[in-house]
């Protein structure tokens, strides 16, 4: 039997391999493959499945190699072949025949379709992988660029709006006080301040981007900057009838930091806090001592400053989301420039340079909340954990984002 259905095979290969490829035409295996491929399968039919195995392995290897199209093809050429053997059989030999004779193809044929998928799927996964990788270099080029971009642009607005200023003093002077001059300058002014501010924060978040952002260390009191950012935003707490208390630190002593990055990170939350508090709401600002276990000589531990509120929160999914740049989950269509207006949506940079700014100081922070409701209003918790270092550290500290 195994000495006939080898010479059948070998007599049928012109008419299997036509067969074949005109069912599946368009493809990289030409005749010539499936004929050698056919002969493969003539010369191996009867030999033991091991051989069978090793047979197929060198085929695979040898005729695709690392062709992962060649390879895709193949099957879908196996495929069709192995259902024009079949239909062959069914016309040449009696049933019995034919379903033995089958049996005695249809291993190898398994191999080599088991063989061909493996090569085309591995090297599908190997091809996808260095295009994800190079995708990867081109976003981060983009990135960079576009930081770059981002940074220029915010110190070339900083020339005009100095201009700006400046006649908006000398306006202030040659204009009496109470006068309908005097109101069009203080809304000037009011305008180039925010514009300042503004412009700052891209800065800043830029020179995060760029791993440019660097920290001044000094010894301060952390209590001090904690009450001078409440003191600055007293006033956009008190046009809302929001109370903001601060509670006393369980520490006294000076550590080491940037105090001016420090205080606008402060700011950044609790300014966050009241844009999604209710009128007649409260933001708390408490702290405690943590991770005391890792404290040393230069190092007492760190603090965590817990900036509380009596908001709408934050559902869970967007923990994450909140602290990328240019990202607000306020509606569009109230997205205002008022530092104090509820639910009023800014340019989506606050979050994302206070994290820059904790993290650059080797802390951490997130939030904490039960979920978003406006009617029930849970409230959400920022958490602010930073070192607190008893020596300074050499030079400047540089982010590493």
């Not at 503004?198 to 260390?217: C, G, H, M, N, P």
């Not at 956009?236 to 002593?253: G, H, S």
């Not at 007492?300 to 909140?322: E, K, L, R």
């Amino acid at each position: 039997m195994a000495e006939d259905l080898k010479n059948w095979l070998l007599d049928k290969l012109d008419t299997l391999c036509k067969a074949t490829l005109y069912r599946a035409p368009n493809m990289l295996p030409e005749k010539q493959d499936v004929a050698e491929f056919l002969q493969l399968l003539a010369q191996n039919s009867a030999a033991p499945r091991e051989e069978q195995l090793a047979t197929v392995q060198f085929w695979a290897l040898t005729s695709i190699g690392h062709d992962a199209p060649f390879a895709g093809d193949w099957v879908t050429v196996l495929r069709v072949l192995k259902e024009e053997l079949v239909k062959a059989l069914e016309v040449s030999f009696p049933a019995e025949v034919a379903l033995r004779a089958w049996r005695q193809l249809d291993d190898f044929l398994t191999y080599a379709l088991i063989e061909v998928t493996q090569l085309s799927s591995d090297m599908d996964r190997t091809a996808l992988l260095e295009h994800m990788v190079e995708l990867r270099k081109q976003m981060e080029q983009v990135e960079e660029t576009k930081a770059n971009f981002i940074a220029v642009a915010a110190h070339e607005l900083k020339t005009p709006l100095t201009i700006l200023e400046g006649y908006a003093n000398m306006l202030r002077v040659e204009t009496e006080a109470g006068s309908h001059l005097r109101i069009y300058v203080d809304g000037l002014e009011n305008g180039t301040r925010r514009m300042h501010e503004i412009i700052a924060d891209i800065i800043d978040v830029s020179l995060i981007d760029l791993q440019t952002f660097e920290l001044k260390y000094q010894q301060f009191y952390l209590e001090k900057v904690i009450l001078m950012a409440a003191d600055k935003l007293d006033k956009f707490y008190a046009q809302r009838r929001v109370d903001l208390v601060i509670m006393p630190l369980p520490v006294e002593r000076r550590i080491y930091g940037d105090p001016e990055r420090l205080l606008k990170a402060f700011m950044k939350v609790m300014i966050n806090a009241l844009k999604y508090t209710p009128d007649g709401g409260r933001v708390t600002v408490n702290s405690v001592l943590t991770r005391t276990n890792e404290s040393n000589d230069a190092m007492a531990g760190y603090i965590d400053v817990q900036i509380s509120d009596t908001g709408i929160g934050i559902d869970p999914q967007n923990f994450d989301i909140i602290f990328r740049k240019f990202t607000s989950l306020s509606d569009v269509s109230l997205h205002s420039s008022s530092k104090s207006k509820f639910k009023g949506g800014g340019p989506g940079l606050g979050l994302p340079i206070a994290k820059g700014i904790i993290e650059a100081h080797g802390g951490h922070i997130w939030v904490e909340s039960p979920g978003c409701n406006e009617e029930s209003c849970p409230g959400s918790t920022f958490h602010l954990e930073i070192p607190m270092l008893l020596l300074k550290p050499e030079g400047r500290k540089v982010i590493e984002v």
